[in-house]
Nanobody, 118 residues
Framework: QVQLVESGGGLVQAGGSLRLSCAAS????????MGWYRQAPGNQRELVAL???????NYADSVKGRFTISRDNARNAVSLQMNSLKPEDTAVYYC????????????WGQGTQVTVSS
């Protein structure tokens, strides 16, 4: 079992920045992917950004050039630096951990609210 602790959500004005962090509750030997998803009321949950254990990244088209995902392996953590925020970025952001062990396991954080005012 792994718990994911999220922090950094809040209220920010359009054009501003926010940094989300997510840390696993214990040492993880096989973290192969960590990422952030978001969901606004009435919308589908969507991938925002993902980073693999090898350092490869993937971003939603809507956030490319504005968001940067990074890993801190010593803390078993992942961060999402969000710049040039837009009102449409408003959503609950969820941290996700995928362990490619046998069997594959997925863990989700409880979500943190990000609100971008116009």
């Amino acid at each position: 079992q792994v718990q994911l602790v999220e922090s950094g959500g809040g209220l920010v004005q359009a054009g501003g920045s926010l940094r989300l962090s997510c840390a696993a509750s214990r040492s993880i030997s096989s973290i192969n992917a960590m990422g952030w998803y978001r969901q606004a009321p009435g919308n589908q949950r969507e991938l925002v950004a993902l980073i693999t254990s090898g350092g490869s990244t993937n971003y939603a088209d809507s956030v490319k050039g504005r968001f940067t995902i990074s890993r801190d392996n010593a803390r078993n953590a992942v961060s999402l630096q969000m710049n040039s925020l837009k009102p449409e970025d408003t959503a609950v952001y969820y941290c996700k951990l995928t362990l490619y062990s046998a069997p594959k396991r997925e863990y989700w954080g409880q979500g943190t609210q990000v609100t971008v005012s116009s």
